[in-house]
């Protein structure tokens, strides 16, 4: 799977939008890219995940490039339960387990 | 819709004694079946995978085994705990399909003293 870039930390402000960013710059072409996050002391949600077009679903948007070597996650007006640690994963799909880095901690301030 | 139960949901056990921990998933068939560790401060990692009823696959050698006896249930187990063995347990489910998007549990606490 290739290897994914994320800042450590972000703050944003409630109500305002969430915007995560992660750099894939050696994905492949059968990779897609998704996103999950944790909040303390509970298992990971998956958020979203997509092979080369946006998404969007209830919970987010996934924005990825034309090269999809970076994509972003928004998370249209966060609250204060979006603080959590969020996790961007390149893979191709399969049986095979999930790799996940150390992810974006997210910070919501009221 | 799909429902993933993991218990206990915390554990403290001494050094040297035996663990078993259970998964179930409800509303699916065949899933495939995942059991992850995230040990304190640390990322997840892949312990172990079953794609069928008796089928797994072992990710990282350790005194910690899997099985599988019924299709939606997995158990992880261990005949001897070690320190090391402390963290916190996931397990997560997939349909086999060309995303295998992955479904995680709350997570068992597990602490060894």
């Known amino acids: 799977d290739a290897k994914t870039t994320q800042p450590t930390s972000m703050d944003c402000a409630e109500g305002r939008a969430a915007n995560l960013p992660c750099n894939h710059s050696?994905?492949?072409?059968?990779?897609?890219v998704y996103w999950y996050r944790q909040i303390h002391s509970q298992g990971p949600q998956y958020i979203i995940h997509?092979?080369?077009n946006n998404e969007t679903n209830e919970m987010a948007s996934l924005i990825i490039t034309e090269d999809r070597k970076s994509s972003t996650l928004i998370l249209p007006h966060a609250t204060l339960r979006d603080t959590a640690v969020y996790y961007c994963?390149?893979?191709?799909?399969?049986?095979?387990?999930?790799?996940f880095g150390k992810g974006t901690h997210l910070i919501i301030q009221p | 819709s799909q429902t993933i139960h993991q218990w206990p949901a915390t554990l403290v056990q001494p050094v040297g004694s035996p663990l078993s921990l259970e998964c179930t998933v409800e509303?699916?068939?065949?899933?495939?079946l995942y059991w992850y560790r995230q040990a304190a401060g640390r990322g997840l990692q892949l312990l172990f995978y079953?794609?069928?009823?008796?089928?797994i696959s072992s990710e990282v050698p350790q005194n910690l085994s899997a099985s599988r006896p019924q299709d939606r249930q997995f158990i992880l187990s261990s005949k001897k705990l070690l320190l090391s063995d402390s963290g916190f347990y996931l397990c997560?489910?997939?349909?086999?399909?060309?995303?295998?998007?992955?479904?995680f549990g709350p997570g068992t606490r597990l602490t060894v003293l």
């Open positions: 050696t994905i492949s072409g059968n990779e897609y």
């Open positions: 997560a489910w997939s349909l086999a399909s060309s995303t295998d998007t992955q479904y």
């Open positions: 994963i390149v893979r191709v799909g399969g049986a095979d387990g999930l790799t």
């Open positions: 997509g092979l080369k």
């Open positions: 079953s794609v069928g009823i008796g089928q």
């Open positions: 509303g699916t068939s065949n899933p495939n």
